[in-house]
């Protein structure tokens, strides 16, 4: 991974932190951080969803540093970004499902969380702040592809919280002039994403069931598409958007490969390069999920220069051979 160096000698001497570092996106952009030569790379994290086992490659690096904290702290947060220049916020409570099951707990982490990491970053005079935005935010808007100014209404808690993310930005903008980009994943994958438990998203359900030639399970009848994106390009947007020079107000930002693709083909896509002929197992359609999801990412090549270099069938293969060593 990671063959393409953006950043190298922008890298060199800037301090970064990494909220939520231990977990999937976090550590991967943990990785391309300290691999291209960054003065100082620091994790907050809790290790409530993430894990150090995705951390270990790097404890030893001389600009690694770890803080176990929690965002629902704001003297912890004030800690984090002491010395620090660049702020990647993804910490936070994924899932659907999950904020279904406990909104309570969605709102303190997405909501309060990062208004904490706002408030010790503004006070703190980061010179960038981004955070993980996410295509939840479309609600029930039902054009595609989807344009970042054209949202409907959410569907789900965890909508909410990702959305009024985006309302504090403005906020903390408009009124104390402190500028941030959001970035609205859209099903990222790839290595270090955890299959295991309850809320797992689908691909490494996919990937889990291709290996070990069982069927997977798919919640309606399959034809739900999404905009599916591996997370190196999603860690050249997080670089990019934190080394954009100049920023005149807060922004979001479709973060996504451009293409749909339905369960029933990437169910295909991943059999094909398994060499398994498996047919999914069916079950009705999930609470909150949206039918279908394409990004429009032409504001994003704009804005930072975003050109998402790994398609989903290269992306799924290698994933599947991480999963394979892993």
């Known amino acids: ?154 569907l789900s808690p965890y909508a909410v919280t990702k959305y009024v993310n985006e309302l504090y930005a403005q906020v903390f903008s408009s009124t104390y002039n402190f500028h941030t980009i959001g970035l609205r994943y859209f099903n990222v994958f790839g290595p270090r994403q955890n299959p295991a438990g309850p809320y797992a998203a689908v691909i490494p359900l996919f990937i889990e069931a291709a290996l070990k030639a069982v069927a997977p399970v798919i919640n309606g009848d399959g034809e739900t598409s999404r905009d599916f994106t591996f997370v190196e390009n999603a860690v050249q947007a997080n670089v990019k958007a934190m080394l954009l020079p100049e920023l005149t107000n807060s922004t979001v930002l479709n973060i996504a490969y451009g293409e749909r693709t339905t369960l029933n083909e990437l169910w295909k896509r991943i059999a094909g390069v398994c060499e398994i002929d498996i047919q999914p197992v069916y079950r009705e359609e999930r609470k909150g999920d949206v039918k279908h999801s394409l990004a429009a990412i032409d504001k994003a090549a704009s804005i930072i220069n975003y050109q998402p270099h790994v398609s989903v069938l290269e992306g799924i293969s290698i994933s599947l051979q991480w999963y394979k060593e892993n």
């Open 1 to 154: 991974m990671y063959d393409i160096n953006y950043h190298q000698e922008e890298l060199k001497d800037k301090t970064f932190l990494v909220t939520g570092g231990a977990g999937f996106i976090g550590s991967n952009l943990v990785e391309y951080l300290l691999k291209y030569g960054a003065g100082k790379v620091r994790v907050l994290d809790n290790f409530s969803t993430g894990s150090m086992r995705n951390l270990e490659n790097f404890k030893d690096h001389p600009a690694f540093e770890l803080i176990e904290g929690d965002i629902r702290n704001i003297e912890v947060c004030r800690t984090a970004v002491e010395g620090i220049d660049y702020v990647s916020h993804q910490a936070a409570l994924g899932s659907v499902p999950r904020s279904i099951n406990d909104p309570a707990t969605s709102n303190d982490v997405n909501i309060s969380g990062h208004l904490n990491m706002l408030l010790a970053s503004r006070d703190a005079q980061v010179k960038r702040f981004v955070y993980a935005a996410s295509s939840s935010t479309y609600g029930d808007h039902p054009e595609l592809p989807k344009i970042e100014e054209k949202i409907g209404k959410p």
